[in-house]
Each structure stands twice: as structure tokens, then as C-alpha cells.
């Protein structure tokens, strides 16, 4: 497609269930991010892959969260015993290249309930 | 560590009306880039202008103008004669230029509502 695709779009969970988001990047991007969205800490980054490798995991809030990428194209969030403070919604951007300030361009997320 | 400052929260203008989004940051680079993006309340994030550290011109597109000033670090953004479709919120966003990537680090978001 012609921009981030993000699936689910919604995910209500029960707390302490696992869940895993995915994201496409625009094809061609090599940079991908996550960022997470919530009402009390905003805009937050977790996570940063250039190709198939993470050079940044700084973001993570605790090791029951981790990403990978395979294929340099889609990755995958994968969040364990989930919390009811992940609710959040959680968002991918993809951009050409790393380093260089180049815009990210956002998926429209996935709105993840903890129930 | 770098920092986006919006310190207002919500702006309600009525149609036609020209309002100023404020954003001011910090950060110890000399290289870095800053963003603003468009928060629709469909939820989607879209990119609205990039600008480098070294580039202090202002710039206008249609509606829109932004005006940086290293001096103070900020990086505002005007929205003349408003449309109720301008109706969102916008996110300043700071990059640092590092060998780990372009992570933004986000303002706080100002909502604007515009009334016909």
C-alpha cells in the first residue's frame, strides 16, 4: 500500500494475556520506529530498527515488551502478561533512510485495551 | 537531553481567525531537526515540515508559516485565517542527528478547535 498499515486497528485484551501488533512500512523504507500514545506520557519512542537489526531498544518500558523485523519489511510488537497500564494506542513510522532527519511518516495505529 | 516545550494546551479560535502554535525546545546538539506534525481526530499523525539546524528561514505553505529562531529555540507555527478543517492536534517534535536513528521526542500536543 502507499503507507504505514498498522493491524489491529483495535485489540481489547484481558490483563496478562500476550498480544503481538504488527506494522508495514511504506516499501522502501529501511528506518522503522514505534512510538506508544498515551493520555498521561504522550508521544513516546520505544523502539528504532535500521533493516532486519535494532540499533536503539532505549524506549521499551520493561523486558515483556521486545520487536523484531524480519525481511527488512514488516515487524511486529509483541507485548507479554500485559498490564493495564500498556493501554495505549501504539503507532509505527517508517522513513528512507536513519540519521539524516528524514520525516517519518505514521501508520494509524493500534488502539490496544487492557482489560 | 533533548526537550519539546508546548505550553499551550488547547487554543479555541473562531473561523478566519489566524492563530500561532508555540514550540520551544532544547537540546545540546548543534545538528538536529525539527517537525511539527498533524494529529486529525482520526488519529493518524501527518507530517507537516521539517526543518534543519542550520536553516533558519522562515517558511510559508498556503495557510500555514512557521518561524524558527535558533536565538530562542523555537520553532512556532501559524495558521492564518483558520478552517474548522484545521480542527486537530499539533506535535512539535525534535531529532537529534545520531548514529541510532532520527527518534523524535514530542511536545505535549496543542489541540486546536475551530468554531465556524
Known amino acids: 500500500g502507499a503507507g504505514v498499515s498498522q493491524s489491529p486497528s483495535n485489540k481489547v485484551t484481558e490483563k496478562g494475556k500476550d498480544v503481538e501488533l504488527r506494522c508495514d512500512p511504506i516499501s522502501g523504507h529501511t528506518a522503522l520506529y514505534w512510538y506508544r500514545q498515551s493520555l498521561g506520557q504522550g508521544l513516546e519512542f520505544l523502539i528504532y530498527f535500521q533493516g532486519n537489526s535494532a540499533p536503539d531498544k532505549s524506549g521499551l518500558p520493561s523486558d515483556r515488551f521486545s520487536a523484531e523485523r524480519t525481511g527488512g519489511s514488516v515487524s511486529t510488537l509483541t507485548i507479554q502478561r500485559t498490564q493495564q497500564e500498556d493501554s495505549a494506542v501504539y503507532l509505527c513510522?517508517?522513513?528512507?533512510?536513519?540519521?539524516?532527519?528524514?520525516?517519518?511518516?505514521f501508520g494509524d495505529g493500534t488502539r490496544l485495551s487492557i482489560l | 537531553a533533548q526537550k519539546v516545550t508546548q505550553a499551550q494546551t488547547e487554543i479555541s479560535v473562531v473561523e478566519k481567525e489566524d492563530v500561532t502554535l508555540d514550540c520551544v525546545y532544547e537540546?545540546?546538539?548543534?545538528?538536529?531537526?525539527l517537525f511539527w506534525y498533524k494529529q486529525p481526530p482520526s488519529g493518524e499523525l501527518v507530517f507537516l515540515i521539517r526543518r534543519n539546524s542550520f536553516d533558519e528561514q522562515n517558511e510559508i505553505s498556503g495557510r500555514y508559516s512557521w518561524n524558527f529562531q535558533k536565538s530562542t529555540s523555537s520553532f512556532n507555527f501559524t495558521i492564518t485565517a483558520s478552517q474548522v478543517v484545521d480542527s486537530a492536534v499539533y506535535f512539535c517534535a525534535l531529532s537529534e542527528k545520531k548514529s541510532s536513528g532520527d527518534k523524535l521526542t514530542f511536545g505535549t500536543g496543542t489541540r486546536l478547535a475551530v468554531r465556524p
Open positions: 537540546t545540546r546538539d548543534t545538528t538536529y531537526y
Open positions: 513510522a517508517s522513513s528512507l533512510a536513519e540519521g539524516v532527519g528524514q520525516p517519518q511518516h
